[in-house]
Structure formats: C-alpha cells, structure tokens
C-alpha cells in the first residue's frame, strides 16, 4: 500500500461507498493540503455528503483508503475513529443542531467540556468564538431565542472552540437566506484561514456561494465537482479568483 503523499493532511484513494449496494461514491480520489479550504460541489444526489462523511470518519468507505495526518482513518477501529474524530476534526451540518435547554454559550463550550477541558476555560473559549462571529450579545439565549442565521453561528462557534484540525462543514449555508449565506460563509472561511484550519465543505448547485458578491474574490482555495459519485475535471490549484467562480458554476 503506497503512502499518502506528504504535503497532504487528508487523503483519499479509490474511495467507494454504498448504501445498500446502490453505489453513492464510484472511485474518488483526493488530497487537500494543511489550511486549504476546499469546496465539494455537485447536483443533489451527487455524492458529497456521503464524501464528506468518508472523508471524516463518520462513514467508513465499502473501498478505498482515507489518510489524516498519516493515520489511516479507514482501518481504525470505532474508538480510535470516534476519538480522532472528536480532537482533531470539527463539524458542521445544514441544519445547526443545538441543545434546546442550553444557551448559546453553553452550546458552543459542549465540545470543550465533552473533551475534559475546564468549566472556565471553555466558556472563555466559547465567548470569544461567538465574539468573533459578532453574536457575543447572544451568548446567554437559548436556541429557540435566536434567528436562524444567529443559531448557524452557534454552530460554527461550537465546531470552531475546540481548534480542529479539518473542519468539515455540509451544506454550512444551506438554510440561510441568500444575504445570510454569503455573510456565514465569509466568516466561516476568514475565522478558518485566521486560525489555520482546513476545511472541506459541500457546496449544492445551482448557486453555489463561494464567491464574494461584495469583492468578487473566491472564498475556496479550490472546487472539487462531483457527478454521480465521480470527479470531473476540476481547476487546477490555486484557484485565482475567476477561476475560482468559473470552476464552481460550469460543474453545474
Ligand atoms: N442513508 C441513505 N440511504 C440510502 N441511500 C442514500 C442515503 N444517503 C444518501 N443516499 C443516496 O446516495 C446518493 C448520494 O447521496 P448524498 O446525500 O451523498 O449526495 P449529495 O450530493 O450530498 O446530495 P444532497 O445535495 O441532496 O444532500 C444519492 O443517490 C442518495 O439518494
């Protein structure tokens, strides 16, 4: 079995993966390197959730081989799995799935607090996560309380607080209104570059949202079109900003 190369923290060779052998993923092979932010776009259907499951341990491929850091996620055993999964990776799905009875600071310091971290500790983390994502002033709301849009920066408060490695983000934008959208993106992204996090996260078509209605410029260092389980061609990288918004809309 060759090695991952080294320049990348997560690899993927080969990857299959069915449900109930109707196939979901036919053969997908990719490398994302430290920092990068990368989007997986495709129709509905296409395949990218189930990639993004792969790819963070949360499936385990039918075939194929999934590397983090030199740790080969698809032969760990489920503890070793759902502990690498817990320290090192981050996620974040379409809906934010929050603890009604907690507020919002609260939520955000879980993961934390699930880790063994101290009680004070992760609240300071968790204020200075929502701080940053500019809802601080609704640290003490609970979910029901918030706008939508406000309980989406929950979740990416709580997938952020801890310092993953990868943040892995599923449809992140997918329940926000277009305005919303571009602005939780923005803030996904630039918290994750400031902080140097990788990240890969799906993208639905049409109307993907990576590029920057307000300065044109490309929020993904890369698209990774998928059609039916497969690759095809993507932009080589990195991506300059036309390229970037070329890429993602002529996958469609
Ligand atoms: N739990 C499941 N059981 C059976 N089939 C599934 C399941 N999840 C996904 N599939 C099928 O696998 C294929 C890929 O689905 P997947 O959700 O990964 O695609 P997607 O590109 O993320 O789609 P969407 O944008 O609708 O979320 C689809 O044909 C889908 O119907």
């Known amino acids: 079995m060759a090695a991952p190369p080294d320049d990348d923290v997560l690899w993927a060779r080969g990857l299959h993966y069915s449900y109930d052998g109707s196939p979901a993923l036919q053969g997908i092979t990719l490398g994302v390197r ?3 932010i990368v989007s997986v776009s495709g129709p509905r259907g296409s ?5 993004l499951g792969c790819l963070s341990g949360r499936l385990v491929p039918t075939e194929g081989e999934v590397w983090f850091d030199g740790v080969p996620l698809h032969s760990l055993g489920r503890a070793s799995r759902e502990r690498l999964r817990r ?8 809906a934010p799935e929050l603890v009604p009875e907690l507020t919002a600071w609260e939520n ?3 993961p934390l607090l699930l880790t063994g971290a101290r009680q004070r500790t992760a609240r300071a ?11 601080g002033d609704c640290a003490r709301r609970r ?3 918030l706008l939508q849009s406000q309980r989406q920066r929950v979740a990416i408060a709580r997938a952020l ?3 993953p490695t990868v943040l892995f983000a599923d449809e992140p934008t997918a329940p926000l209104h277009q305005l919303d959208r571009m602005q ?3 803030t996904l992204t630039s918290a994750a570059r400031s902080h140097g996090i990788t990240v890969v996260l799906t993208s639905p078509e049409p109307a993907p949202a990576e590029t920057d209605d307000s300065t044109g410029t490309s929020l993904v260092d890369r698209c990774v079109p998928l059609v039916d389980g497969r690759r095809t061609p993507t932009a080589p990288r990195p991506v300059t900003e036309a390229e970037g918004s070329a890429a993602c809309s002529l996958s469609a």
């Open 34 to 36: 430290p920092e990068e």
């Open 47 to 51: 395949g990218k959730s189930t990639l």
């Open 87 to 94: 320290d090192r990776f981050g996620w974040i799905g379409s």
């Open 108 to 110: 955000a310091a879980l």
């Open 125 to 135: 983390a968790a204020y200075e996560w929502l701080d940053r994502l500019d809802i």
């Open 143 to 145: 979910p029901a309380d």
């Open 161 to 163: 607080a801890p310092g």
């Open 184 to 186: 939780a993106l923005r």
